[in-house]
């Protein structure tokens, strides 16, 4: 099984990211939460571009991906789930609670670390709010994050299946929680209980530095509550929001080559 696993990792992670991209860009077009001011054809090619250039520099620059390090830790015995049998529920939900805080303190160390921050910035940069954005992180990220994923995989010792869906949801996550969907308030409070809303991690796209620090959760909800980063609602309000990053928000910034050196550029006054 973890050898199937294994061999085809590539197959459902594409699978269910591309569902997850057509339902998400229907769901945009009929029930929107915020009327776009950029067109999808000013910013959907740089942002998928962005995208498959990450792709491409993680097969090419990282070894080994997540699951393949899965395997390695199993058939090495190592990770702290190796040093003893676990029920296979039980340890499939410890990895996967353990593989999302990590991205939580990620997310947060890219924030804080201003040599990380200046890679993140790209993804925050964007000056509108869609599936897109939740596609949008530069290639050093995308590479940072990779290792840092071997590593906590290889350290807690996580299944194969667990990461394998842990990566699946995690993508499938990034891009619901960037929707620009309208939900019930109903619902989006059922929700949040949960995992992370659109309406939840807008909050974190919002150009003000105190909003722009809250939210920090991609998949599961519960890390903001426990660490004390959780914020409800933007202050100026979801529709009035304003998105994006201080000294980026000039239309040319939407450009592909833009996106690629803003790590290298100080923001303009």
């Known amino acids: 099984m973890n050898d199937w696993v294994f061999g085809h990792d590539p197959v459902p992670r594409l699978l269910a990211g591309t569902l997850v991209f057509v339902v998400m860009a229907v769901w945009e077009l009929l029930a929107p939460r915020r009327v776009a001011t950029h067109r999808r054809y000013t910013r959907w090619p740089a942002n998928l571009g962005i995208f498959a250039a990450g792709v491409i520099s993680v097969r090419v620059l990282v ?7 899965a395997l390695w830790a199993e058939t090495h015995r190592w ?35 201003p040599i990380l921050w200046r890679v993140h910035r790209m993804h925050h940069a964007d000056l509108e709010f869609d599936v897109t954005t939740g596609l949008r992180f530069h290639p050093f990220e995308i590479v940072l994050s990779t290792v840092w994923k071997l590593a906590v995989v290889t350290v807690v010792g996580a299944p194969v299946i667990a990461v394998l869906a842990f990566e699946v949801l995690l993508n499938a996550a990034s891009q619901f929680n960037h929707g620009n969907v309208a939900i019930p308030r109903w619902l989006d409070a059922v929700l949040r209980t949960l995992v992370v809303t659109p309406d939840m991690h807008r909050v974190h796209h919002s150009v003000e530095d105190d909003e722009q620090n809250r939210n920090f959760g991609f998949t599961l909800s519960w890390w903001d509550h426990l660490f004390g980063t959780y914020r409800e609602a933007p202050r100026g309000g979801h529709t009035g929001m304003l998105l994006g990053v201080k000294g980026f928000r000039d239309t040319k910034e939407l450009r592909l080559d833009r996106l690629l050196v803003q790590p290298f550029r100080a923001a303009s006054s």
């Open 79 to 113: 990770g702290l789930l190796n040093l003893v049998a676990w029920p296979g529920g039980v340890e499939f939900v410890l990895a996967f609670v353990a593989l999302d805080v990590a991205i939580y303190l990620q997310h947060r160390a890219f924030h804080a670390v």
């Open 63 to 69: 070894p080994m991906l997540p699951v393949g390090a």
